[in-house]
């Protein structure tokens, strides 16, 4: 039982370029979530995904989409990457969408030069 | 608007001596307040969560309370394994699904 994981562990990228964030969670839970944390300022909600087929925007969507694959997999993508949006992010699921408890993952750390 | 203010900062002990740590909350109606461990490099790991005021819970050297305004993490006799970040967030009864993050307090424990 691995829990929450996500590929990649780091990544580099150039102003412009793009790129897709994988998470995988195999506890059977129907939420999932995405977060970006930046030094002093608290993670910070992207995009969450209530159930297969529904996905919402958090606090801070702008410049990310997503897509919840299935009911184990729900990926960022960074379309256009700015050095804004250099973070680490972190996924995160639950068993349902009022559950108070979110199982994070190990997290990406996303460089953009 | 949920806030969220963990203080301190940053905080340093010596192996064995107690201290708090505290998060202070501002929600509309309070659904839940959890506290996150957060090592290095990693990501947090749940520890605790409090519904209503005057709820406590444990585990091991970790106690959280919970009020109407404010919770606190008392660590008892701390050894240096529990160095780590500790974050704070609450659950607002008008947002089902979103957390609301502290910035955390960074606690080191000296041998």
């Known amino acids: 039982n691995a829990g929450v994981t996500q590929t990649p562990k780091f990544q580099v990228l150039k102003t412009g370029q793009s790129m897709t964030l994988q998470c995988a969670q195999d506890?059977?839970?129907?939420?999932m979530y995405w977060y970006r944390q930046d030094p002093g300022m608290g993670l910070r909600l992207i995009y969450y995904?209530?159930?297969?087929?529904?996905?919402d925007k958090g606090e801070v969507p702008n410049g990310y989409n997503v897509s919840r694959l299935n009911k184990r997999e729900f990926s960022l993508r960074l379309e256009s990457a700015a050095p804004s949006q250099t973070s680490v992010y972190f996924c995160?699921?639950?068993?349902?969408?009022?559950?108070?408890?979110?199982?994070f993952g190990p997290g990406t750390r996303l460089l953009v030069l | 608007e949920d806030q969220v203010t963990q203080s301190p900062e940053a905080l340093r002990l010596q192996e064995g001596e107690s201290s708090s740590l505290n998060c202070s909350y501002t929600?509309?109606?309070?659904?839940?307040l959890f506290w996150y461990r957060q090592d290095p490099g990693k990501g947090p790991e749940f520890l605790f969560t409090?519904?209503?005021a005057g709820e406590e819970k444990e585990k091991e050297r970790l106690k959280a309370t919970l009020t109407k305004k404010e919770s606190f993490l008392h660590i008892t006799a701390p050894k240096p394994e529990d160095s780590a970040t500790y974050l704070c967030?609450?659950?607002?009864?008008?947002?089902?699904?979103?957390?609301?993050f502290g910035s955390g307090t960074q606690l080191t424990v000296l041998p």
């Open positions: 995160a699921s639950s068993e349902v969408p009022s559950s108070q408890t979110q199982y």
């Open positions: 506890m059977n839970h129907n939420s």
């Open positions: 995904s209530a159930s297969e087929g529904t996905t």
């Open positions: 929600v509309s109606g309070l659904r839940g």
């Open positions: 409090l519904y209503s």
């Open positions: 967030a609450v659950q607002d009864t008008g947002s089902a699904r979103q957390l609301t």
